[in-house]
């Protein structure tokens, strides 16, 4: 269903909300939104059909004197808010995060503490009240806050990412730019080499700029599809020395003990084996040749050489019900990793499957629910939590940890409170200005062959990035 938004500037994120109640190919009545802004008096007129049957909605704020970017930043939680309203009585619908559109939500709610809008023990409150977000997602909401302890905000701290976006094969729910490793076998070596020459350059950055490396994160794509001699080649030229070094390892069938040992010779201290799910017949239909006993070797040989292990699960995969997803649960329990991740299904237009294919809508918001109150009862805390556009039900995806594993370039990374220098296809660095309270972007080109012809533009572009 369409919007149409008197003032452009904000109708994106009131087409997102509307999206959250209807589907896109929706068409059930129209709906514009006005918007009359006299000196501080701000009206909202949100009319809905046309014609006889047209039906208007009027509310009315007046903004106090703030700044010009605060302004914008209000009249567009006026407008969300009083949308929401609207269609939730239309449609008898509430939306687990209300009239909250935002990917971080703890992000949110940090920022009206930090501006003294609201104090620590009453976030919860405000968030049910002013935004509409259900008790359950509110109280999530400040779990996560009150477990974020290791977040340090000094400009000079980074991570370091390095982007591999290779996979085995392509799962039908995956909209990530990644190759399958059969398309591009002939370009992996170049892409190493192209890889180590921008590492090579970030060196020299971080030194010439006293920039401290905090951590290490080597993702896609499928870092664990290179062969042991690859992955050595490329970490032997990772030569910091942090306390937190992870690699992707999520299709347990591109694991081999040599290649965790390569790994572990180069100080990774955390791994992530993602599962999915431990139903054979949904792995099948989603394209992941993976077998469960294939996780449970990969696991173990991993706990023998003393990795931190990550699982990730994802609630809504194509004809997966409840109860199926409550087994995964049990088996995650079983195998007890230091941290798992509970995703909800995003369905984008890059994946191979579209929202009308997901035959279990209904129950995906008792999945993640289940989920995430199982794993508290067995000493499991949230730590990190964000949201995509398209996820199912306007859920969420939440990491969980035991025993103080938090991974600290998660909670940096979904946080935005820390300096990121990333590289290979793909890779977008981010600059935090703490100070400014200001984030600047800078990616790479998204493909492998683009990155491989134009890399020195690459390293050039990222020097004068990350300039003092």
């Not at 409150?125 to 999530?140: G, N, P, Q």
């Not at 340090?152 to 990412?161: E, P, R």
């Not at 290490?216 to 032997?236: E, F, H, N, R």
């Not at 794993?375 to 990491?399: M, T």
Request: aromatic fraction near 8%; glycine fraction near 4%; include cysteine.
């Amino acid at each position: 269903m369409k919007l149409i938004c008197q003032n452009s500037e904000y109708e994106n994120d009131l087409q997102d909300l509307v999206n959250l109640f209807y589907d896109e190919e929706e068409n059930p009545f129209s709906i514009e939104q006005k918007i009359e802004l006299d000196n501080n008096n701000l009206k909202s007129l949100i009319i809905i059909g046309s014609g006889c049957n047209e039906q208007k909605y009027e509310k009315n704020t007046i903004l106090s004197n703030v700044s010009e970017l605060m302004k914008k930043s209000l009249i567009k939680r006026f407008l969300k808010n009083h949308l929401y309203e609207v269609l939730s009585v239309i449609s008898k619908k509430s939306l687990p995060w209300g009239s909250l559109t935002g990917v971080r939500p703890t992000k949110f709610a940090r920022d009206l503490i930090e501006r003294g809008e609201t104090k620590p023990h009453l976030i919860s409150e405000v968030l049910v009240r002013d935004y509409h977000v259900s008790s359950e997602k509110a109280k999530l909401v400040v779990q996560i806050l009150k477990n974020q302890k290791c977040i340090i905000k000094n400009d000079k701290l980074i991570d370091l990412f390095i982007n591999i976006p290779i996979c085995p094969s392509r799962c039908n729910y995956c909209s990530f730019i990644s190759s399958e490793i059969s398309r591009v076998q002939d370009k992996v070596d170049v892409y190493l080499d192209c890889l180590i020459k921008e590492l090579e350059a970030v060196k020299k950055i971080i030194i010439e700029n006293f920039y401290i490396v905090r951590t290490i994160y080597i993702g896609g794509g499928t870092p664990s599809v290179l062969s042991a001699q690859q992955l050595d080649k490329l970490l032997s030229y990772v030569s910091f020395s942090v306390n937190e070094f992870t690699v992707e390892c999520g299709r347990a069938d591109t694991l081999t003990r040599e290649k965790l040992e390569v790994l572990k010779k180069y100080g990774v201290t955390r791994i992530c084996i993602n599962p999915q799910t431990f139903c054979e017949s949904t792995l099948k239909r989603i394209g992941r040749k993976t077998t469960n006993n294939q996780v449970f070797e990969a696991y173990k040989t991993a706990l023998e050489l003393g990795f931190v292990v990550n699982m990730d699960i994802i609630a809504g995969l194509t004809g997966e019900r409840l109860g199926i997803f409550k087994r995964t649960i049990k088996t995650l329990l079983e195998l007890y990793p230091e941290n798992i991740t509970i995703h909800t299904l995003s369905v984008k237009n890059a994946s191979q499957i579209r929202g009308e294919e997901i035959k279990y809508k209904d129950e995906i918001a008792k999945m993640v629910e289940f989920a995430e109150k199982t794993l508290i009862e067995n000493g499991y805390q949230p730590y990190y939590l964000y949201r995509q556009k398209h996820q199912i039900g306007g859920l969420e995806n939440v990491g969980f940890y035991r025993d103080e594993n938090v991974c600290v370039f998660n909670i940096d990374s979904m946080e935005d409170t820390s300096s990121v220098i990333a590289i290979g296809a793909g890779a977008i660095s981010k600059r935090v200005f703490s100070m400014e309270n200001r984030i600047e972007r800078q990616p790479n080109c998204k493909f492998i062959e683009d990155y491989i012809s134009r890399i020195d533009e690459m390293i050039s572009k990222k020097i004068n990035f990350f300039k003092n």
